[in-house]
């Protein structure tokens, strides 16, 4: 008997933090994900990285208005909606694992030594190369400053990390040298961004993440906290920048692209998702559509690498 292999489903993911109203660019972020997934007949789940729910009083607001502008759009996703601020007991369940295997140390430098601390001119995207002054002095058996919180460190090895990533094409880091040891736990005690989404993405069974360009450099720090906590890597599609029709990035505090400015404007979603849909290569021209309507006519082959611009009047 001729035993077949069932095929892994696709399982996508939308994991956008309501630090404000979601923008153009989410949008088109929610859309390519929903639309990969959709397309192989997968699940596409919803993610809330309301991890600094605590300090940021209007996150709750967002989140409302982050749901109620997917219901407009018309994207259904699967199963129950997760919250990053509910699950900082799963944090740290991981972040211990990785502490017993010693690949944490305490860091106590403030925001002004850390300028200091930095071997290099920090990267564009805000990474500072951390020269490992907490751990060279705990080696060295100086006593840390008291009562001071620190935040925490992840070592990570002089090794290059490479990907192929669906849009962007082969991609590779030295951890040491271009983005050195990087925090998985803030001085607050809220666990990171990089942790959290490792943890959150195994956990769910997340095998394909769609998101924006921006965070290419964040993927193999990804990966090396996914390989140390034995998960499977998920495939990545970094998708091209959205820039407004002249060229310019939407600014999120001019309120280009908000979607409290593109409900006022357009009323119902069909054409603000045909201009999405256009400006990525899926529509000849901007025109009315549904999520829906969108899944067969969508392939990565046809998502350019690079910027793309809204169509005039956006
Ligand atoms: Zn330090």
Request: negative net charge; aromatic residues 10%; contains cysteine.
């Given at each position: 008997m001729r035993i077949e292999k069932k095929s892994d489903t696709v399982v996508g993911r939308?994991?956008?933090?309501?630090?404000?109203?979601?923008?153009?660019?989410?949008?088109?972020?929610a859309l390519l994900s929903y639309l990969s997934a959709r397309a192989a007949g997968g699940k596409w789940l919803l993610r809330?990285?309301?991890?600094?729910?605590?300090?940021?009083?209007?996150?709750?607001?967002?989140?409302?208005?982050?749901?109620?502008?997917?219901?407009?759009?018309?994207?259904?996703?699967?199963?129950?909606?997760?919250?990053?601020?509910?699950?900082?007991?799963?944090y740290e369940t991981y972040f211990n694992v990785l502490r017993?295997?010693?690949?944490?140390?305490?860091?106590?430098?403030?925001?002004?030594?850390?300028?200091?601390?930095?071997?290099?001119?920090?990267?564009?995207?805000?990474?500072?190369?951390?020269?490992?002054r907490c751990l060279l002095r705990a080696r060295e058996g100086i006593a840390p400053p008291s009562g001071k919180k620190p935040a925490y460190r992840v070592l990570v090895p002089d090794a290059i990390v490479s990907f192929t990533d669906g849009v962007q094409g082969a991609y590779a880091e030295n951890l040491e040298r271009d983005c050195s040891d990087f925090v998985v736990r803030r001085a607050d005690g809220v666990f990171a961004y990089q942790l959290a989404v490792v943890v959150d993405d195994a956990l769910s069974g997340v095998n394909e993440v769609v998101r924006g360009n921006d965070l290419l450099s964040s993927t193999p720090r990804q990966i090396f906290l996914q390989k140390r906590l034995g998960f499977a890597t998920p495939r990545y599609f970094h998708i091209p920048l959205l820039l407004d029709a002249a060229g310019r990035r939407l600014s999120k505090r001019e309120?280009?692209?908000?979607?409290?400015?593109?409900?006022?404007?357009?009323?119902?979603?069909?054409?603000?998702?045909?201009?999405?849909?256009?400006?990525?290569?899926?529509?000849?021209?901007p025109e009315s559509c549904t999520p829906e309507d969108l899944i067969a006519l969508f392939s990565w082959e046809k998502i350019p690498r690079g910027d793309v611009l809204l169509p005039q009047g956006f």
């Open positions: 939308f994991a956008p933090t309501p630090s404000a109203r979601l923008h153009l660019g989410n949008v088109l972020s809330v990285e309301d991890l600094d729910a605590a300090r940021c009083p209007f996150m709750g607001e967002n989140t409302k208005w982050l749901l109620d502008d997917l219901a407009w759009f018309g994207f259904s996703f699967d199963g129950e909606v997760l919250y990053q601020s509910e699950r900082a007991d799963v017993e295997e010693g690949l944490i140390y305490p860091c106590y430098c403030s925001r002004a030594e850390l300028h200091d601390a930095a071997r290099a001119p920090h990267r564009g995207d805000g990474v500072f190369l951390y020269d490992r309120g280009d692209g908000c979607m409290e400015s593109v409900r006022a404007k357009y009323k119902t979603p069909g054409l603000v998702l045909g201009a999405l849909a256009a400006a990525v290569g899926l529509l000849p021209s």
